[in-house]
């Protein structure tokens, strides 16, 4: 098994969102959960920031981490006659970069850049990684990827899984048609 993780790659040109950490997540989830506390969140792949900030999340306990970012891809990921247009990084305790919701400041970013540090929400250490479709951000159903089919996208990751500790992911997607 040891072997198994240690040759684990995701896709590129998509960069590794949370280098040293662990996949996670439970089934029917509104996206990927990778546990990992106080670790370089990185943005998955180039894009327009459209908000980087406190909020934008239902976890707001008592130890929750407040803030969440929303990058708009510059190229969207084809996925079974869709596209995947937008990425989300939830429950973050540290903003590397910031812009307000609506602002009309522009911040780009490169596929790898640092958005900011993992954090904690619901009693566990983990980012709340989203792929939004179709340019709705709404995040009504259908609009989004569950986390099965986001673990599909970043190239069937599994439970417990350990992500590469470098920046970069090697191999590109082959994504089936939707059956």
């Known amino acids: ?26 089934a029917a989830d509104t996206g990927l959960d990778l546990a990992g506390y106080l670790l370089p969140v990185r943005a998955l792949a180039a894009g327009t920031v459209e908000y980087a900030e406190r909020g934008h999340t239902r976890w707001r306990g008592r130890g ?5 970012v929303r990058v708009r891809l510059d190229a969207p990921l084809a996925w079974r006659g869709r596209r995947i247009t937008h990425v989300y990084y939830g429950h973050l305790s540290a903003l590397a970069v910031t812009k ?13 850049a640092r958005l900011g540090t993992s954090g904690f929400a619901n009693g566990a250490p983990h980012l ?19 986390e099965a089919q986001i673990r599909e996208v ?21 994504l089936s048609p939707s059956r």
């Open 100 to 112: 307000a919701e609506g602002s009309e400041e522009v911040v780009r970013v490169a596929a790898g």
């Open 64 to 68: 929750d981490s407040p803030f969440s």
């Open 154 to 174: 970043l190239g069937g990751l599994r439970t417990g899984a350990r992500l590469p500790r470098g920046e970069w992911l090697t191999a590109r997607p082959t």
């Open 1 to 26: 098994m040891l072997s198994l993780l240690a040759a684990l790659t995701l896709p590129a040109p998509l960069a590794n969102p949370l280098p040293g950490g662990f996949v996670a997540g439970y």
């Open 128 to 146: 709340h990684l989203g792929l939004l479709l179709d340019d709705d951000t709404t995040q009504a159903w259908g609009t989004y990827l569950d």
